[in-house]
């Protein structure tokens, strides 16, 4: 007889189903328990409603609420404190920490650290050692900021910038006195007129433009990087760039005050240095041609060590030009108050430091003489058992050129394979120039960087430079004029501008760990070396828009960080803008110091999002002026 079954399946199961539902219960009831204990015990003991609302600062009587616009951060201490540093390692200072930069005295209005004539007496005056950069000691920094001249005024804007500039913003009549029959600048009513003269081109500088034209090709492209010694107020520079011919102004602060000055109010790219002891800031092979009008450098003394100066950053197949003494000394002896033997010389002398050099002279016409240097130095090589002296330099950095002396022997060009090659490897035309890969990116010369990379850094800019637009719109309005790049790497920042009316001035520090400076005058764009723990060389006021791209994580721990934020100031612009892109860290630090500063800024996200670690500080210089003396009363 088979087993009676005890029980229906139907009741176990509901028994099973009953145990498992209390289970759960019992664990949920446990998890939401202990939830509100923790969050009990991490809640904050208020005394009253009213102290919660004042934490919060919720102010229902402020008069910016519900209307559209932006509340206004309070800095109040009874405000909540978000815990920055647990996240991001950086000490947030409270507005009460913020040091408060005070204005310099009206004194140093043109104040320029480095080129400062006072400092400059101190030092050897033979080959002009005084007037080199001679830079203050960190005990002599000022920390304090420039003032504008009282009635200072925005400049003109470009193309009108190139012939008129406010008399407010750079008051010195000197030149306009002392270079009157040469028509350098005139002085009308409120403004300064530049008529395009100079010395030795009293037809004006377009004049004499075309005069060289018809000697070489200024229009063909082949020439684009130029530098000019002795620029005066840039007028040469000025007129070359409507023939897309980008010119370093190069002129020493003097007794003709503010040359360079005039030039960048003008918006034309200048800077203050002089050929002394050490070599000019600027790699080899950067200029393809240099120019001389007057600029009174003695070129045959010192065993023709100005002339090689020329030479090593003179581009293979670059042109020099010289105007002025002594070419056509017989024509012009009497006006020059010299004698024609002194000026005989003079010319065989440098004729003769050419042709050691290996330049042929091209042409003397009228009042111009012009050589070029050889593509390669596979003649002058074979030369030197002719000419002994100078010597081809042996185990040397041609583009070392920040505090480097000068030497007598002649910087040599990379070598070729035939005698029809350009040592170097040949540039393209201008514009394509600027966007094909350059021969130092080529050849390797740059660790690190090939010609896929150089590429994508054209790309990266190009995206960096659409989203400045949107963020900075005065930067398609023409509001610009005179940009620099402080950490200039390949020059993409200045390639992604280069359909605008602005010029860069391409910044690679010297402490850099891959000098690209070289590649940079490749592409057809100028620049510097420059140690940012320096002062530039340049006048207050000169730069409108500054660019600062990873410079702060370089320096912040090589030098105090506020004199460089200063040294920014000082050559910025009121309301000139700063980009500075760096970690929120850096940004953070950068941020409390020009809130003393007088600057208004604030820190944006990268153009990719939210989540790159890179951010991005725009900040903009407030408008502000010295008080008058009593005598501009």
Same mark, same amino acid.
């Given at each position: 007889m088979a087993k009676e079954y005890s029980g229906s399946p139907k009741h176990h199961h509901?028994?099973?189903?009953?145990?498992?539902?209390?289970?759960?219960?019992?664990?949920?009831?446990?998890?939401?328990?202990?939830?509100?204990?923790g969050a009990w015990q991490s809640t904050p003991v208020t005394n009253n409603q009213s102290e919660a609302y004042t934490r919060i600062k919720c102010d229902a009587d402020n008069p910016n609420s519900g209307n559209g616009q932006s509340t206004k951060?309070?800095?109040?201490?009874?405000?909540?404190?978000?815990?920055?540093?647990?996240?991001?390692?950086?000490?947030?200072?409270?507005?009460?920490?913020?040091?408060?930069?005070?204005?310099?005295d009206m004194a140093y209005s043109e104040y320029t650290p480095c080129q400062d004539p006072q400092r400059g007496r101190k030092f050897d005056r033979n080959m002009l050692k005084y007037r080199e950069r001679h830079c203050p000691k960190k005990d002599e920094l000022l920390r304090c900021m420039i003032p504008a001249p009282p009635k200072y005024k925005t400049p003109f804007k470009w193309p009108q910038s190139r012939d008129y500039a406010w008399y407010d913003n750079i008051p010195h009549r000197e030149l306009s006195i002392e270079k009157a029959v040469q028509n350098w600048i005139q002085v009308e009513s409120d403004r300064f007129r530049f008529p395009g003269?100079?010395?030795?081109?009293?037809?004006?500088?377009?004049?004499?433009?075309?005069?060289?034209?018809?000697?070489?090709?200024?229009?063909?492209?082949?020439?684009?990087?130029?530098?000019?010694?002795?620029?005066?107020?840039?007028?040469?520079?000025?007129?070359?760039?409507?023939?897309?011919?980008?010119?370093?102004?190069?002129?020493?602060?003097?007794?003709?005050?503010?040359?360079?000055q005039f030039a960048l109010e003008r918006g034309v790219p200048a800077m203050i240095g002089i050929m002394a002891s050490q070599r000019i800031p600027y790699p080899a092979r950067a200029f393809d041609m240099a120019h001389c009008s007057r600029c009174l450098i003695p070129w045959s003394k010192f065993d023709g060590l100005y002339l090689i100066e020329?030479? %090593?950053?003179?581009?293979?197949?670059?042109?020099?030009?010289?105007? @002025?003494?002594?070419?056509?000394? %017989? +024509?012009?002896?009497? @006006?020059?108050?010299r004698t024609q033997e002194d000026l005989k010389q003079e010319q065989d002398s440098i004729e003769d430091?050419?042709?050691?050099?290996?330049? +042929? +002279?091209?042409?003397?016409?009228?009042?111009?003489?012009?050589?070029?240097?050889?593509?390669?130095?596979?003649?002058?090589?074979?030369?030197?058992?002719?000419?002994?002296?100078?010597?081809?330099?042996?185990?040397?950095?041609?583009d070392t050129a920040w505090y480097r002396e000068m030497e007598t022997c002649i910087t040599p060009l990379?070598?070729?394979?035939?005698?029809?090659?350009?040592? @170097?490897?040949?540039?393209? +035309?201008?514009?394509?120039?600027?966007?094909?890969?350059?021969?130092?990116?080529? %050849?390797?010369?740059?660790p690190g960087i090939t010609a896929e990379k150089y590429k994508e850094d054209n790309e990266i800019w190009k995206d960096r430079v659409s989203h400045y637009k949107r963020i900075i719109s005065p930067l398609t309005q023409g509001r610009y004029r005179n940009v620099m790049d402080m950490?200039?790497?390949?020059? @993409?920042?200045?390639?992604?501008?280069?359909?605008?009316?602005?010029?860069?001035?391409n910044v690679v520090p010297a402490n850099s760990n891959h000098d690209t400076l070289g590649v940079i005058y490749e592409r057809g764009f100028i620049g510097t070396y420059q140690d940012w723990c320096e002062a530039f060389s340049t006048y207050p006021r000169t730069y409108d828009l500054i660019h600062a791209g990873g410079?702060?994580?370089?320096?912040?721990?090589?030098?105090?960080?506020?004199?460089?934020?200063?040294?920014?100031?000082?050559?910025?612009?009121?309301?000139?803008?700063?980009?500075?892109?760096?970690?929120?860290?850096?940004?953070?630090?950068?941020k409390d110091i020009t809130d003393g500063m007088r600057w208004k800024s604030q820190i944006m996200d990268h153009e990719s999002g939210p989540f790159n670690p890179e951010k991005i500080l725009v900040a903009v210089k407030t408008y502000w002026t010295g008080k008058p003396s009593q005598k501009q009363l």
């Open positions: 509901t028994e099973s189903k009953k145990k498992r539902l209390t289970y759960i219960v019992c664990v949920s009831g446990l998890c939401v328990l202990f939830y509100v204990l951060l309070s800095s109040s201490s009874e405000s909540v404190s978000l815990d920055f540093q647990s996240h991001h390692q950086v000490a947030i200072n409270d507005s009460d920490a913020v040091e408060t930069i005070p204005a310099c003269g100079g010395t030795m081109f009293p037809r004006g500088a377009d004049a004499y433009i075309d005069d060289i034209n018809e000697l070489i090709s200024l229009t063909s492209g082949t020439i684009r990087t130029a530098i000019d010694t002795g620029c005066g107020v840039a007028s040469w520079g000025a007129y070359l760039l409507k023939r897309d011919i980008v010119t370093m102004s190069f002129a020493p602060r003097d007794t003709h005050e503010a040359q360079v020329v030479d %090593r950053v003179l581009r293979p197949g670059g042109y020099w030009i010289l105007s @002025g003494p002594p070419i056509r000394w %017989r +024509k012009y002896w009497r @006006g020059w108050e430091v050419a042709k050691r050099l290996c330049w +042929k +002279k091209v042409i003397e016409k009228n009042d111009l003489a012009i050589w070029q240097k050889p593509i390669n130095h596979v003649e002058c090589v074979k030369s030197r058992n002719v000419y002994k002296t100078p010597h081809i330099c042996k185990a040397d950095d041609p990379p070598e070729v394979s035939s005698s029809d090659e350009v040592a @170097g490897g040949a540039v393209e +035309k201008w514009p394509e120039r600027a966007f094909a890969v350059p021969p130092r990116v080529s %050849r390797g010369s740059i950490n200039a790497n390949l020059g @993409g920042f200045a390639a992604a501008l280069v359909k605008y009316p602005v010029w860069v001035m410079v702060f994580s370089i320096y912040q721990d090589r030098c105090d960080i506020t004199y460089i934020l200063l040294e920014m100031d000082r050559i910025l612009r009121p309301e000139g803008t700063v980009i500075f892109r760096d970690t929120v860290e850096v940004l953070v630090k950068i």
